[in-house]
Structure formats: structure tokens, C-alpha cells
């Protein structure tokens, strides 16, 4: 069983650049979910989709960030611009519905020069 | 409230020794509670889960119940080994249909041989 595909794995960028994330869920999975890891805050949600509509977005930090699920198998989450406190690690998760438990993807590690 | 409260890390013991990471949650009613694991490098895997009071997770020699007197889901092992060393989140659903997780902060498991 193919999991949840992130890429790419690393991402090194001078501030100011575009970064896009990438995210395949786990194929018939309803929810999506973009979470950031620091050692400073921990594990964050960013933004989750229900049925590829944005369901909530509080957590994500600012207009420099934002995220799309145009259909059922992919996500993007876009910084721009990028500044160097949006260094991280980016997973993607994905689970169905009810009780079903969220699937990690291994991350994006992303870091802002 | 919201929210879940794991123990402070990091978690240091021996080879074999027996393992107690401390979960306490707020909620109302009595929401699916989680135990998930992240290994360096790696997105965070299902450890084991609880649907209902009084229920009891296992995976791997981990086990945590389910208890709503106490509103805990403390994680146990009898004996660990050094490559049970990961860092440990307690979770639970969060309110509402959706299928939204409410994470602790991570304990930091360090076994030593």
C-alpha cells in the first residue's frame, strides 16, 4: 500500500523565493491535513480539507501561506514569500473517515537561507 | 476545554526498564484518544488508539486505557528496548464531525543499552 507521498523530501531556498509543497493522500481518504514541526512550537495544524474543501484554516500563520486541494489526490501548500523563520518540517497527513486514524507522510524538510 | 497534556521530556531509562509516559485531556463527551510515535527523520505513525471508556490500545508490548475518571490514556510498556527511542504524542478527536486531531506536546524517549 502506497502511503502518503510528500515532495520534495528537502527543500533549500534563498528568502523571498516561492517554495511549493507537494502531497498525494492515501487513495479514498476524505480528510487532508498540513501540519508544521519546529523544535520551538512543536507540531502545528495548519489547514485541513474535508472532501477537497478547506474546512479550517486558523492555524495557518499568514497571508504568505497558503494551500489548495484542486481534486481528490493532491495538495499544495504554498509560501510566498518565503522568510527564514518559516524553516520547518511540513507533513502532510491524510485519514478517512469516523474514527480512522491520520497517516503521516515523512515530511518536507524546508529550510530559508 | 481542548486540550491534551503529555509529561515533560525528555524520558531517559535502561535497556528493559519499565515505561510510564503520563496523558490527561479535556474534552466533553468521550473522544477517540491516540497514541502516536515519530522516529527521527519520519512523519508520526499510529501507535495504538481507544474508541470508548474502558477500552485498552496495544501494539508493539505498548498498551494505554482508556480512563474517563481520570480523563487519562497514560502509555506503558513493561520493557523497553533502545529502539523504542522516538518521541511519544497523546491525542485525541477533536470536537465536531470532523475527523481533526488535538496533539500533545511530544515526550522524548531516550533508551540507553
Known amino acids: 500500500d502506497a502511503g502518503v507521498i510528500q515532495s520534495p523530501r528537502h527543500e533549500v531556498t534563498e528568502m523571498g523565493q516561492e517554495v511549493t509543497l507537494r502531497c498525494k493522500p492515501i487513495?479514498?481518504?476524505?480528510?487532508l491535513f498540513w501540519y508544521r514541526q519546529t523544535m520551538m512550537r512543536g507540531l502545528e495544524l495548519l489547514i485541513y480539507?474535508?472532501?477537497?474543501?478547506?474546512?479550517?484554516d486558523s492555524g495557518m500563520p499568514e497571508d504568505r501561506f497558503s494551500a489548495k486541494m484542486p481534486n481528490a489526490s493532491f495538495s499544495t501548500l504554498k509560501i510566498q514569500p518565503s522568510e527564514p523563520r518559516d524553516s520547518a518540517v511540513y507533513f502532510c497527513?491524510?485519514?478517512?473517515?469516523?474514527?480512522?486514524?491520520?497517516?503521516f507522510g515523512d515530511g518536507t524538510r524546508l529550510s530559508i537561507l | 476545554g481542548n486540550s491534551v497534556t503529555q509529561m515533560e521530556g525528555p524520558v531517559t531509562l535502561s535497556e528493559e526498564a519499565f515505561l510510564t509516559i503520563n496523558c490527561t485531556y479535556t474534552?466533553?463527551?468521550?473522544?477517540?484518544l491516540f497514541w502516536y510515535v515519530q522516529y527521527p527523520g519520519e512523519g508520526l505513525q499510529l501507535l495504538l488508539k481507544?474508541?470508548?471508556?474502558?477500552d485498552k490500545g496495544s501494539n508493539k508490548g505498548f498498551e494505554a486505557t482508556y480512563r474517563k475518571e481520570t480523563t487519562s490514556f497514560h502509555l506503558e510498556k513493561g520493557s523497553v528496548q533502545v529502539s523504542d527511542s522516538a518521541v511519544y504524542f497523546c491525542?485525541?478527536?477533536?470536537?465536531?464531525?470532523?475527523?481533526?486531531?488535538?496533539f500533545g506536546a511530544g515526550t522524548r524517549l531516550a533508551v540507553h543499552p
Open positions: 497527513a491524510s485519514s478517512g473517515r469516523g474514527n480512522q486514524p491520520q497517516h
Open positions: 487513495s479514498g481518504h476524505d480528510y
Open positions: 480539507f474535508n472532501n477537497n474543501v478547506p474546512i479550517d
Open positions: 474534552a466533553t463527551g468521550y473522544p477517540s
Open positions: 481507544a474508541t470508548k471508556a474502558d
Open positions: 491525542a485525541r478527536k477533536g470536537l465536531g464531525g470532523y475527523n481533526k486531531l488535538i
